[in-house]
């Protein structure tokens, strides 16, 4: 994708330089240093960031590189770019724009100009800063099941169903409605399906 995007805003007149996605653990001092031979003022960062590791990678490259960034995302409505911003982030596009709106916003940034009013960036802070509080009231709540409890709740998320994790435990499907009501009072949810999204939420990765 690196190559394609460079090649496309070259036709648009962009000295464009592909880095490549940074590897895990690298250093801010890393960071800064393989970005330092491109001159660059502007960096564009294309991909899905729908993991956790990917867009903690992202945050990284964001907060140790002191360019203009420009998110292309798959979803910029989630309020995690929200964070993004915060650590420096000029601004987020979706991944269906094409390349006249992104040759635009690149416009915009090299010459200065902003993307992103000042309370369009202090919204998108505060959504973010109040997913982050409901992601740890969630985790809590995961913390209060028990092991077998946590299991089921596993099960759950990959569609097993209640007969079947009946088998699978080997007890009887009593005991797993038992138990299924159990997680759900302690998630405070009042369905199976409301139970699977905290786990997709806290335990299961990408929302």
Known sequence: MGDTVRVALASRGFEAVDLGWPPP???????????????????????????????????????????????????????????????????????????????????????????????????????????????????????????REQEILALLYQGVTVAGIARRTGVTEQTVRSQVKAVLRKLEVNSQLAAVAVYRRVLGGPR
Do not use: N
């Open 25 to 147: 653990h690298r250093s801010a001092e890393d960071h800064r240093r393989r970005v330092a031979p491109a001159r660059a003022r502007v960096g564009i960062i294309f991909g899905d960031l729908t993991s956790t590791r990917h867009r903690a990678e992202a945050r990284a490259v964001v907060e140790a590189v002191p360019l203009r960034w420009l998110l292309v995302v798959k979803d910029p409505t989630d309020p995690v770019w929200g964070g993004m911003v915060e650590a420096g982030a000029a601004g987020v596009l979706p991944d269906s724009v094409g390349l006249d709106d992104v040759s635009l916003a690149l416009t915009m940034l090299l010459a200065g100009e902003e993307l992103l009013s000042p309370a369009r960036r202090r919204r998108m802070v505060q959504d973010w800063s109040e997913s982050q509080r409901t992601d740890a009231h969630l985790a809590g709540l995961v913390a209060r099941l028990t092991t």
